[in-house]
């Protein structure tokens, strides 16, 4: 209630003009009422009354806020936090020595960020993620739905098609093994159709349609309630070119990072974005780095770097608040993201990761 | 898009009028404004002021589609989906052929095909599709001057001697050919920006450009300061650009790239030149 008027969000031709009639808490306004109001600083009746309920909202809240201590503001206990980890699902990646470094999977309401060279595997990862989002919860899954934000142009809907496919079979294979009742009624609706219907594919052009549709993604997110994913396959590409205004492309990206933590956090989705490298030119060598400056590295939570060795695929966790640095060797082969060994069987029933493992992309074959 | 002008964005009359007085006539210098400067131009609440970024926002922003509704259009139209290169075998790695909606790159060291792919690419665009082309004309944008006419007939009459059995024919294939000859990147940039309403005037189905690297590699030294940003700049629009008339269009994108050596602490390595190929990479 002693709230100052220059904090409340009004329209600043008002704060002014109650400032200057000598205004100075949000009691004195609500105390003069409307009409008072109106004569004392020359604004009509209307406008008075709008004024009044944008001060009643606010102070209203506040109210809440200190009385209960929960709701609008994120307060909690660690040991509430950690119940809730704990019981929050991970997104699978379909190589389990990723998942291993990672802690389970891509954790959701965080962050993540894969940089690496072209061609070597960062939207076949993102299209693994958007098709494994979906798997019912008694296979391991979170069973959410997905937005794909391309603005590469890189989403290729026969591999989507691909990958979704190769993720039935192997949760038929699963079923099959196991014959228990949830399995077999959870694959009834977990069909290529309804793994597709549930990806939603935005097609940005540039940085302006970028901006907006993640403005637009909380609206989006509210009327979906399952997504449980969010994908943007290129941060850095529209944001590489026509820039002259290089704090302006800093502010617009820290912009962009706030908006999409508090979506991730809001929703409980995971936030998956991908980033290009470029080179750093040093004293006597250059280095490849990931795109977009020091100050983006901030923005995310974890931090995947993807990289050649000789002709393998390594992935290296860089950055994890949980985790410890590590890297792993993957594959990409016509069912997906998978890992090099066959991993550990659990299950026992399947036969699809072993054989048509196509052999690891040779030097030549890249170029 | 975000050129778009505020007044189509169904903002109200004087709110785009006191806007044009703060030089904010577009989306996108509304949308790159933070939510306090907003308050302070649009003279309006914080409440007020995100339910217009919302209504800006929707004027911008793409349309949604999902997946099944892409794999669904895709069906209805198989054949257009690739530019078959009657190569069997690399028809056969690529899935169908050279694919359309995307960019494809060609790399090799010189003198091992890569102007005489693109010329018979350009030939095969121009064939009917009962043929397997794409019934259309083609946009060779030329930089190194190497593409020559006779060889373009040889290669059509040697190809296809039952097609092209008169003269006729041949010159007709020819008048599909649009050649254009930039030699800096400035003109080709221009170039490349100009070719929506060409594309949809003359019905091109194909457009090459021959080579990339060649333009670049002359204008920008890596080792002076300043023009690796450039070069990357001048790159990501012409990448940009050339995928969006790709992906609108759905027509394929062919650039051809060179070899180069790749300097490090071991032995010299071949690895390709333009570093940004990122955006210009091989599809699939």
């Known amino acids: ?367 | 898009m975000a050129a778009k002008k505020l007044r189509r964005a169904q903002l109200s009359q004087e709110l785009c009028e006191r806007l044009n007085r703060y030089q904010i006539t577009t989306c996108q210098d509304f949308l790159c404004l933070s939510l306090l400067e907003l308050m302070k131009v649009t003279g309006q609440s914080y409440y007020e002021v995100q339910k217009l970024l919302c209504k800006v926002s929707r004027a911008c922003a793409p349309k949604m589609q999902t997946a099944y509704e892409m794999k669904l259009r895709k069906s209805v139209n198989p054949s257009s989906a690739f530019l078959s290169t009657t190569l069997h075998n690399l028809d056969r790695v690529l899935h169908g052929g050279v694919p359309c909606g995307s960019l494809t790159e060609i790399t090799s060291p010189p003198g091992c095909g890569k102007t005489q792919f693109c010329i018979m690419l350009s030939v095969l665009a121009t064939l009917p599709v009962s043929m397997g082309g794409l019934d259309g004309s083609v946009i060779y944008i030329d930089t190194e001057s190497a593409f020559s006419a006779e060889r373009l007939i040889e290669i059509a009459g040697n190809k296809f001697p039952t097609y092209f059995d008169s003269d006729e024919k041949l010159f007709w294939m020819t008048r599909n050919i649009h050649l254009y000859r930039e030699l800096t990147c400035c003109s080709v940039l221009k170039r490349i920006l100009s070719l929506e309403e060409e594309i949809i005037s003359k019905k091109v189905k194909l457009i090459v450009i021959d080579s990339v690297a060649s333009v670049v590699r002359k204008e920008f030294d890596t080792k002076l300061q300043g023009n690796l940003a450039e070069r990357s700049n001048f790159l990501t629009r012409g990448a940009s650009m050339l995928k969006y008339l790709a992906e609108e269009f759905s027509i394929p994108v062919i650039l051809t790239n060179q070899i180069t050596t790749s300097l490090s602490n071991g032995p010299a390595i071949q690895a390709d030149l333009v570093s940004p190929a990122d955006d210009l990479s091989l599809s699939e």
């Open chain 1, 1 to 367: 209630m002693q709230r100052e008027v220059g904090s409340l969000p009004l329209a600043p031709a008002l704060r002014a003009r109650l400032a200057a009639a000598g205004f100075q808490t949000a009691q004195e306004l609500l105390e003069t009422g409307p009409c008072g109001l109106s004569k004392e600083i020359g604004i009509s009746k209307e406008e008075a009354l709008e004024a009044l309920q944008v001060v009643r909202q606010e102070c209203h809240g506040d109210a809440a806020r200190t009385a209960e201590g929960l709701g609008a503001t994120r307060k909690f206990t660690a040991l509430e936090l950690l119940e809730e980890e704990q019981a929050q699902g991970f997104i699978i990646t379909f190589c389990s020595a990723l998942d291993n470094i990672l802690g389970g999977g891509v954790q959701l309401t965080k962050i993540t960020e894969i940089c690496g060279a072209p061609g070597v595997g960062k939207t076949q990862l993102c299209l693994q993620l958007a098709v494994d989002v979906q798997i019912p919860e008694c296979f391991g899954g979170v069973a959410g739905e997905a937005v794909f934000i391309d603005t590469e142009g890189s989403f290729m809907i026969d591999r989507v098609v691909d990958i979704a496919a190769a993720c039935v079979q192997h949760c038929q294979l699963i079923a099959e093994a196991q014959q228990e009742e949830d399995h077999l009624k959870a694959l009834e609706t977990f069909s290529l159709e309804s793994i597709l219907s549930h990806i939603y594919y935005f097609r940005c052009c540039d940085y302006i349609e970028l901006l907006a549709q993640v403005y637009l993604l909380p609206e989006f997110l509210s009327e979906h309630s399952k997504v449980r994913l969010v994908v943007i396959d290129g941060i850095a590409f529209p944001f590489r070119h026509d820039f002259e205004d290089l704090s302006l492309r800093t502010r617009l990206l820290n912009g962009l990072a706030q908006q999409l933590i508090i979506a991730a956090n809001d929703h409980k989705s995971a936030v998956v974005l991908t980033n290009q490298m470029t080179t750093r030119i040093g004293q006597s060598q250059s280095t490849l780095v990931p795109a977009l400056g020091e100050s983006w590295g901030h923005a995310a939570t974890v931090r995947l770097v993807f990289h050649w060795d000789n002709s393998q695929r390594l992935a290296t966790l860089y950055k994890s608040p949980s985790q410890k640095e590590a890297t792993i060797p993957y594959h990409i082969t016509p069912h997906g993201f998978r890992d090099v060994q066959p991993p550990a069987v659990t299950q026992g029933a399947e036969g699809t990761e072993m054989n048509p493992r196509k052999r690891p992309r040779r030097e030549e074959e890249k170029q």
